[in-house]
């Protein structure tokens, strides 16, 4: 009787569970045209709506295989292209014209204002200070002797760990392992060059093999790949020390006969601009300063399709304005995790790749010459905004480029 009861009862609470009605995958793989036709028929009449839009896509369907599940069509942003950008990189050395994909107006007029006055003061140097990326496992131990005594492991090992490591891949090289011991966990920093690669898949994997083997020849009872530490897509006062992604600066110096014909401002307006919300920044709490790096981020991050999510660690980073003799203008911008690829993800998507071939980014030795770019982009946002709000002019400029006015319907 017992075992009757306990069957009802477990009958009875499995028939309390509710049931899905999950989007249609199709019989084979999901990305043939009938079944995205399908799929999206199936959505239409689920949810009452008209994708006309939607279903106009000039990608095909079996090339989006990696990167998205059950496709029904493509979501079209508007795409702009700012310039004349001239750099003077160490990969990126010539004029650029940038794309930008947005929905925000006046943007790209005002990245286009700051590029025309870098290209009159002669372009933007832009260099890259560092180049990887990285992630934290953690080990779980019994005790903290254990911990301590799984840290002179890795240090033993560190030779054969990085060629586990570089087996798995033939682009990325692991470069360093660190390890930092909290009570019962020991946190395992391992960093990589990931080439042109945005990488993360890749050092995962890499990370994978390091991590069995030390379970394997240690006392760590077991392994979780993800810690929190390596600050992957969210913000962390961490990544103002680099490491996540590439650390990349441009700076320009403005001549005050062009800050005044073409921004209509005085270099002691900008750096008394930049004194005054340096410290409100501090009051906010802010991790780095800048006006607005993930304005040009995101819009460049869609048209060359980049991982979006990343501009939660690529935003943060530094702007520097200083005003110099003769009425000049320095300004710099340092971004200290920008993590961006030329090759993988969705950069190969049909308009990604045309994106990035407009600056010759496209593919393998493409991804400094890219960051360099990104870079010298972000600086001329910071400059035109900078010059907007000290001259006055940043509401009139909205209200001008930045309004969608449709014609009432009559």
């Known amino acids: ?39 999206r028929k199936w959505i239409e009449d689920k949810t009452s709506s008209n994708l006309e839009h ?23 942003v508007p795409l702009g292209v700012a310039g004349p950008l001239k750099i003077n990189g160490e990969f990126a050395n010539n004029d650029f014209y940038v794309p930008l994909a947005t929905t925000e107006g006046a943007l790209v007029r005002s990245y286009e204002r700051g590029m025309v006055v870098i290209s009159k003061s002669g372009g933007a140097n832009s260099r890259i200070i560092r180049d990887e990326n990285q992630i934290t496992p953690t080990f ?26 570089n087996a798995t891949t033939s682009h990325g090289k692991c470069l360093d392992i660190e390890t930092r011991v909290s009570g019962l966990f020991v946190y395992l920093t391992i960093r990589y060059f990931t080439a042109d690669a945005q990488g993360m898949n890749m050092i995962v994997k890499a990370s994978d093999a390091i991590c069995q083997w030390l379970v394997k020849n240690s006392s760590a009872t077991k392994f979780q790949i993800f810690s929190g530490f390596s600050m992957e897509k969210r913000p962390s006062g961490g990544l103002l020390q680099g490491g996540k ?21 005085k270099a002691k307006d900008i750096n008394e601009l930049w004194q005054q919300t340096m410290i409100g920044n501090k009051f906010a709490n802010a991790l780095g300063y800048c006006g607005h790096f ?15 999510a990343n501009i939660a ?43 990035l071939s407009m600056i010759d980014c496209y593919g393998s030795n493409g991804c400094k010459k890219f960051a360099e770019i990104i870079a010298a982009s972000l600086l001329a946002g910071e400059i035109s905004m900078a010059a907007a709000i000290a001259s006055g002019e940043f509401v009139n400029a909205h209200e001008y480029y930045g309004r969608n006015r449709p014609e009432e319907t009559k």
Request: glycine share 8%.
């Open 294 to 308: 993930a304005n040009g981020l995101t819009a460049i991050f869609i048209a060359t399709g980049q991982d979006i």
């Open 245 to 265: 992604g590439k650390t990349v600066t441009a700076d320009i110096l403005i001549p005050q006969k062009i800050l005044s014909l073409y921004l209509r401002v």
């Open 54 to 76: 939607i279903s106009n896509c000039s990608i095909p369907y079996d090339s989006m295989r990696g990167n998205i599940e059950n496709p029904i069509g493509s979501a079209q």
């Open 140 to 165: 779980f131990f019994n005790n903290l002797v254990e911990g301590s005594d799984f840290c002179k492991i890795v240090n033993q090992n560190i030779e054969k760990l990085k060629t586990l490591a």
């Open 313 to 355: 660690n690529s935003a943060v980073g530094v702007t520097h304005f200083q005003e110099r003799e003769n009425g000049a203008l320095y300004a710099s911008v340092t971004l200290t995790a920008l993590t961006i690829g030329t090759v993988g993800g969705g950069t190969s998507l049909p308009t990604s790749k045309e994106a």
């Open 1 to 39: 009787m017992m075992m009757n009861k306990d069957t009802t009862t477990a009958t009875s609470s499995t028939s309390k569970i509710p049931k899905v009605e999950l989007v249609p995958r199709g019989k084979g793989q999901g990305y043939s045209d009938d079944e995205v036709v399908d799929r």
